[in-house]
């Protein structure tokens, strides 16, 4: 049986993937929490705040869409423990959090 990543909607607390975010860059990542930078993308954890992290994001899937599932699959192969999120449906969600934040 042939095994492939396809993308999937489900509901998440925006915070709580805030909190546990590890944000994938081209040549290292940072801490969705505490924005430290410079991190492996292999960690675990924040060496900053601590956070184990529970969710991954690449940045690299918006600027190289064609490669999506390839980024993804060799990701997950390392770390399949791991949530991968969408990069831009995680920004374009805490900009209207912001926003409602604001203007609440």
Do not use: N, W
Not at 58 to 86: A, G, Q, T
């Amino acid at each position: 049986m042939s095994r492939e990543y396809l993308r999937l909607y489900r509901e998440f607390d925006i915070e709580e993937v805030k909190e546990q975010l590890l944000i994938l860059g081209d040549l290292s990542s940072d801490c969705g929490k505490c924005r430290a930078i410079g991190l492996d993308s292999q960690s675990e954890r924040c060496p900053e705040c601590g956070t184990v992290f529970k969710y991954v994001a690449s940045r690299r899937i918006d600027m190289h869409p064609e490669e999506r599932f390839r980024i993804v699959r060799r990701y997950l192969e390392k770390k399949p423990h791991m949530i991968f999120i969408d990069f831009h449906d995680y920004q374009k969600t805490m900009g209207q959090k912001k926003a409602r934040d604001f203007f609440a």
